[in-house]
């Protein structure tokens, strides 16, 4: 398109010193002539400042050297008495090195030699003064020095000595004369290149006024249509903003269809979120009409999401309880959050949903908003929870009880019985360490949930402990007339390994044997030892575990569905611990069963002797 110089009078205003299109270039010019400016004074500070320094330095130096020399020779001089001379020494060092202040001052605050003739009233130094010296004060490190001083047979003081300030000489100026100098000549070759500039950056100028033009409020494209005697920069410029003219026009209708566009991908995205939640959510208007289903909401209802939507919610949820909640939010009879857990009875799966139904606006009525979840393995956990705590309470009740009968039976009749008393121990001791075992193993479940179950690992002993598991078991075994037997070999290796908590997976394997054995049953306890393994198999004569439950007993709390199991007590941890523990060393623990027949459990630990 042809450029046309615009002359709307709303276009940007241009300095009246500058002509068009220079505007940038002079600010340029100018705010690098103020920098080179700055930097100059900067440089000449500095210059002045590190000379300064340099004097104050050398002058504190010369303080301090000249004050030392003058101490040792005071001291001499004061020590023989010989107070006259000491003051001319001090006179004359002081002219000498320009010090405003020296003096010698003992610790009652008298002067015995000062620069100033008029503070030496002291005729004659005393035979001897106190021992502490006296306190002065530091105006400035740099000119003011206080020595102390050790008077021969007297005693301490100190010599003050004030330096003059150090004063600039004409090596400053002669520098400072040098920085001006380069700057100048900085400041002529800057003038030169902006000269330079200007010729080559008119165009850019120009375009930069056109822009402020439409900064200020000019909304017409005529606005920024610059000169073409600019150069070549101001026809590309030109160019440019007509085909931005008419690309701005054909760019309307595209622009207004990609935010509709945008609109139904927000829409869609909010769909997506709310279908990736596995809560179900309904929203439902003041009709008991559902507005929005999500597909967790289809699911749980049973139910296609596009035949939800429009329906009255009465019409696919038969819960008395929640249609109620939803009528009175609607209404607007209540805006109080309410919570209500529905367990399914119907044909299908069986199971419990927890209804929420809660407004979605707090000031105003009409719109309520319904969320499904389910919570049956929630409700499931804490069922087994309440299990264990109430066969845990069982478990522990035992021992407790057979300790306190037989305290009793000791106290009444240990004395005349010793054969009686000493049963009544073995059989506390029994149950103590019984129970033990069964708070040690609430323990290791409570370490297992925290995350905090660990080995400690030693040298351990084998012989010992399936002597310890024998004697723990026979009494057992005998009261219920099981024949339990070890079969051990003739030499044990000592294993590296936690002793209490292998002792704790063999007691819960050997404990479950005995347990579920019935009586004349058989338990055999089968170790073999090689190089590489050690493997322990508890092999009993007992009702035997189902196909079914014998892929689940080592799950938490479990317990296998026999009626012949309900009548014994257990926690449903034993054999979770034990395999635990087993796999935690290297190991693992494996079960082969057949129904009333009996049951093997195998515990493989990999061998690491000791030498």
Same mark, same amino acid.
């Given at each position: 398109?042809?450029?046309?110089?615009?002359?709307?009078?709303?276009?940007?205003?241009?300095?009246?010193?500058?002509?068009?299109?220079?505007?940038?270039?002079?600010?340029?010019?100018?705010?690098?002539?103020?920098?080179?400016?700055?930097?100059?004074?900067?440089?000449?500070?500095?210059?002045?400042?590190?000379?300064?320094?340099? @004097?104050? /330095?050398?002058? !504190?130096?010369?303080?301090?050297? *000249?004050?030392?020399?003058?101490? &040792? +020779? =005071?001291?001499?001089? %004061?020590?023989?008495?010989?107070?006259?001379?000491?003051?001319?020494?001090?006179?004359?060092?002081?002219?000498?090195?320009?010090?405003?202040?020296?003096?010698?001052?003992?610790?009652?605050?008298?002067?015995?030699?000062?620069?100033?003739?008029?503070?030496?009233?002291?005729?004659?130094?005393?035979?001897?003064?106190?021992?502490?010296?006296?306190?002065?004060?530091?105006?400035?490190?740099?000119?003011?020095?206080?020595?102390?001083?050790?008077?021969?047979?007297?005693?301490?003081?100190?010599?003050?000595?004030?330096?003059?300030?150090?004063?600039?000489?004409?090596?400053?100026?002669?520098?400072?004369?040098?920085?001006?100098?380069?700057?100048?000549?900085?400041?002529?070759?800057?003038?030169?290149?902006?000269?330079?500039?200007?010729?080559? @950056?008119? /165009?850019?100028? !120009?375009?930069?006024?056109?822009? *402020?033009?439409?900064?200020?409020? &000019? +909304? =017409?494209?005529?606005? %920024?249509?610059?000169?073409?005697?600019?150069?070549?920069?101001?026809?590309?410029?030109?160019?440019?903003?007509?085909?931005?003219?008419?690309?701005?026009?054909?760019?309307?209708?595209?622009?207004?269809?990609?935010?509709?566009?945008?609109?139904?991908?927000?829409?869609?995205?909010?769909?997506?979120?709310?279908?990736?939640?596995?809560?179900?959510?309904?929203?439902?208007?003041?009709?008991?009409?559902?507005?929005?289903?999500?597909?967790?909401?289809?699911?749980?209802?049973?139910?296609?999401?596009?035949?939800?939507?429009?329906?009255?919610?009465?019409?696919?949820?038969?819960?008395?309880?929640?249609?109620?909640?939803?009528?009175?939010?609607?209404?607007?009879?209540?805006?109080?959050?309410?919570?209500?857990?529905?367990?399914?009875?119907?044909?299908?799966?069986?199971?419990?949903?927890?209804?929420?139904?809660?407004?979605?606006?707090?000031?105003?009525?009409?719109?309520?908003?319904?969320?499904?979840?389910?919570?049956?393995?929630?409700?499931?956990?804490?069922?087994?929870?309440?299990?264990?705590?109430?066969?845990?309470?069982?478990?522990?009740?035992?021992?407790?009880?057979?300790?306190?009968?037989?305290?009793?039976?000791?106290?009444?009749?240990?004395?005349?019985?010793?054969?009686?008393?000493?049963?009544?121990?073995?059989?506390?001791?029994?149950?103590?360490?019984?129970?033990?075992?069964?708070?040690?193993?609430?323990?290791?479940?409570?370490?297992?949930?925290?995350?905090?179950?660990?080995?400690?690992?030693?040298?351990?002993?084998?012989?010992?402990?399936?002597?310890?598991?024998?004697?723990?078991?026979?009494?057992?075994?005998?009261?219920?007339?099981?024949?339990?037997?070890?079969?051990?070999?003739?030499?044990?290796?000592?294993?590296?390994?936690?002793?209490?908590?292998?002792?704790?997976?063999?007691?819960?394997?050997?404990?479950?044997?005995?347990?579920?054995?019935?009586?004349?049953?058989?338990?055999?306890?089968?170790?073999?030892?090689?190089?590489?393994?050690?493997?322990?198999?508890?092999?009993?004569?007992?009702?035997?575990?189902?196909?079914?439950?014998?892929?689940?007993?080592?799950?938490?709390?479990?317990?296998?569905?026999?009626?012949?199991?309900?009548?014994?007590?257990?926690?449903?941890?034993?054999?979770?611990?034990?395999?635990?523990?087993?796999?935690?060393?290297?190991?693992?623990?494996?079960?082969?069963?057949?129904?009333?027949?009996?049951?093997?459990?195998?515990?493989?630990?990999?061998?690491?002797?000791?030498?």
């Amino acid at each position: 398109m042809d450029a046309v110089p615009s002359d709307n009078p709303k276009s940007a205003p241009r300095s009246r010193l500058l002509p068009h299109g220079e505007s940038v270039i002079a600010s340029v010019g100018l705010a690098l002539a103020a920098l080179l400016l700055c930097v100059m004074s900067a440089s000449a500070w500095w210059v002045h400042h590190t000379q300064q320094n340099m @004097l104050d /330095a050398s002058r !504190a130096a010369q303080t301090r050297a *000249a004050g030392d020399l003058l101490a &040792e +020779t =005071a001291e001499v001089l %004061l020590g023989q008495d010989d107070l006259s001379t000491a003051r001319r020494l001090v006179a004359d060092t002081a002219r000498t090195h320009e010090f405003a202040l020296c003096r010698i001052v003992l610790p009652d605050g008298q002067i015995a030699a000062s620069l100033e003739a008029s503070e030496n009233k002291l005729h004659q130094l005393p035979a001897s003064w106190p021992q502490s010296r006296p306190a002065g004060s530091v105006e400035d490190a740099k000119t003011s020095v206080h020595i102390p001083l050790t008077i021969p047979g007297r005693g301490p003081a100190t010599l003050e000595v004030v330096a003059l300030p150090s004063v600039t000489y004409g090596s400053e100026w002669e520098a400072l004369a040098g920085v001006g100098a380069i700057g100048a000549a900085a400041l002529v070759v800057l003038l030169a290149l902006y000269r330079r500039m200007r010729r080559r @950056l008119r /165009a850019m100028g !120009a375009i930069r006024d056109a822009l *402020a033009a439409v900064s200020s409020g &000019e +909304t =017409a494209m005529a606005a %920024l249509v610059i000169s073409p005697d600019l150069g070549p920069e101001a026809a590309a410029w030109n160019q440019v903003i007509g085909e931005t003219d008419r690309l701005r026009r054909q760019g309307v209708a595209e622009r207004a269809r990609e935010a509709l566009g945008r609109r139904q991908e927000s829409h869609s995205d909010v769909d997506a979120a709310c279908d990736a939640l596995p809560q179900g959510l309904l929203i439902v208007d003041d009709k008991t009409r559902v507005k929005y289903a999500n597909g967790a909401a289809a699911g749980f209802l049973r139910s296609n999401r596009e035949a939800l939507v429009g329906k009255e919610v009465g019409a696919f949820l038969d819960v008395p309880g929640v249609l109620l909640a939803v009528q009175e939010i609607a209404t607007g009879a209540s805006r109080r959050r309410q919570v209500m857990d529905i367990e399914q009875k119907d044909d299908g799966p069986a199971g419990v949903l927890r209804f929420t139904v809660r407004p979605v606006r707090r000031d105003d009525s009409g719109t309520a908003m319904i969320t499904i979840e389910d919570i049956t393995q929630q409700r499931a956990a804490e069922e087994a929870r309440h299990r264990f705590v109430a066969q845990a309470t069982h478990e522990l009740r035992t021992p407790l009880t057979n300790i306190r009968l037989y305290v009793e039976t000791a106290i009444e009749d240990g004395e005349a019985d010793p054969a009686m008393r000493s049963k009544c121990l073995n059989v506390i001791n029994g149950e103590t360490r019984r129970l033990e075992r069964i708070v040690g193993e609430m323990l290791s479940v409570a370490e297992i949930e925290a995350g905090s179950f660990k080995l400690q690992c030693d040298d351990v002993r084998l012989d010992q402990l399936f002597e310890d598991l024998s004697a723990d078991y026979q009494q057992q075994a005998a009261d219920k007339n099981v024949t339990l037997t070890f079969h051990l070999p003739p030499k044990f290796p000592v294993v590296q390994g936690d002793r209490d908590k292998i002792l704790m997976a063999l007691h819960n394997l050997v404990g479950n044997a005995l347990k579920y054995t019935p009586e004349t049953g058989k338990v055999d306890v089968v170790v073999e030892a090689t190089e590489k393994q050690l493997s322990v198999q508890v092999r009993d004569t007992g009702i035997g575990i189902s196909d079914a439950d014998a892929e689940k007993i080592f799950d938490r709390f479990y317990r296998a569905h026999d009626p012949r199991v309900a009548k014994i007590t257990g926690s449903g941890l034993g054999l979770t611990l034990a395999r635990e523990v087993v796999r935690l060393h290297g190991g693992d623990v494996t079960v082969e069963s057949r129904l009333n027949q009996g049951s093997t459990f195998t515990i493989t630990l990999p061998m690491k002797t000791a030498a």
